[in-house]
């Protein structure tokens, strides 16, 4: 996804994508008044995997997708994806989540801001030339303030922020993606609680972008902001419910019917991801 807040953070050494990401260094009301401008810098990215993978219980198999037996690690998606549509590419992916209470990890030193985004999106993993994504960003600060914003975002473009809708704690947002060719999409935040709804039509920012509907994806993620990972919140917990994801071919699909993806930074992996029947729980553990 983007993020269209603009960091001016501390940063990650660019030598290593599993390096642990430093406090960011601007204030919230400096960032956000960024965010809203024209130096948009948040960006979601394709996932970086690592290579690591552990085997794990079954996770609920259906009638689509044999038993999942192995978690893979990444440093900056946690969640579920399906890799591949069993018929058709994937057209549309939505899902529903209650707002978290964002704070500091336990243990961190010092001031400093924390992000983490929850999103849904098609493409990004196996198929990484673009991902048209939607969702809400999570901040919190040192201090114990928080805010969070809502956007859309055509990768490699930029995230940017939707006007027009508020965010809280506690409630209750659905976020769709949707594509109507491999260049165009429709973005679409609701929040549930409030009765506000926007969306967003989009193109491929460039002709090399286009969607290859081969992924769908729930994702919490640690995004980038100035070309580094910016510090990671502890968002507790996210579940997506009403997971779904279409095809083209008319199908429908759930994370139950793709992989298991945890975020691992450095040698300590700081999520713990359950999937259900139509439903995926991403946890923060630090």
Do not use: C
């Amino acid at each position: 996804m983007q993020f269209t807040a603009a960091f001016a953070a501390a940063v990650l050494s660019a030598t290593t994508v599993l390096a642990a990401p430093q406090p960011m260094g601007h204030g919230l009301e400096a960032r956000m008044a960024a965010r809203r401008g024209a130096n948009l810098n948040h960006l979601s990215q394709p996932i970086k995997k690592n290579g690591k993978t552990a085997q794990i219980a079954g996770v609920n198999a259906t009638a689509n997708a044999p038993t999942k037996t192995e978690v893979e690690y990444s440093s900056n998606w946690a969640g579920a994806v399906i890799e591949e549509p069993p018929s058709g590419t994937f057209t549309a992916v939505s899902g529903k989540f209650t707002v978290p209470t964002p704070g500091v990890p336990s243990g961190s030193s010092g001031a400093g801001e924390y992000a983490a985004s929850a999103w849904v999106g098609i493409d990004g993993d196996t198929y990484g030339n673009a991902i048209l994504q939607t969702g809400v960003d999570f901040y919190a600060t040192s201090s114990g303030s928080y805010s969070f914003d809502a956007w859309y975002e055509w990768y490699p473009d930029y995230a940017y922020n939707f006007d027009g809708i508020d965010i809280s704690v506690g409630d209750v947002i659905t976020v769709t993606v949707e594509s109507s060719s491999s260049s165009a999409g429709t973005a679409v935040v609701e929040n549930e609680t409030t009765g506000q709804r926007v969306s967003k039509s989009l193109t491929a920012p460039e002709s090399s972008a286009t969607l290859g509907g081969q992924n769908a994806e729930w994702i919490v993620e640690d995004f980038e902001s100035n070309g580094s990972l910016v510090s990671f919140a502890d968002f507790g917990s996210v579940t997506f419910t009403d997971a779904t994801a279409e095809t083209s071919s008319g199908g429908s699909y759930g994370p139950s019917d793709g992989s298991v993806i945890e975020i691992e930074q450095g040698s300590t992996v700081l999520t713990s991801v359950s999937v259900g029947s139509g439903e995926v729980t991403v946890s923060y553990t630090g």
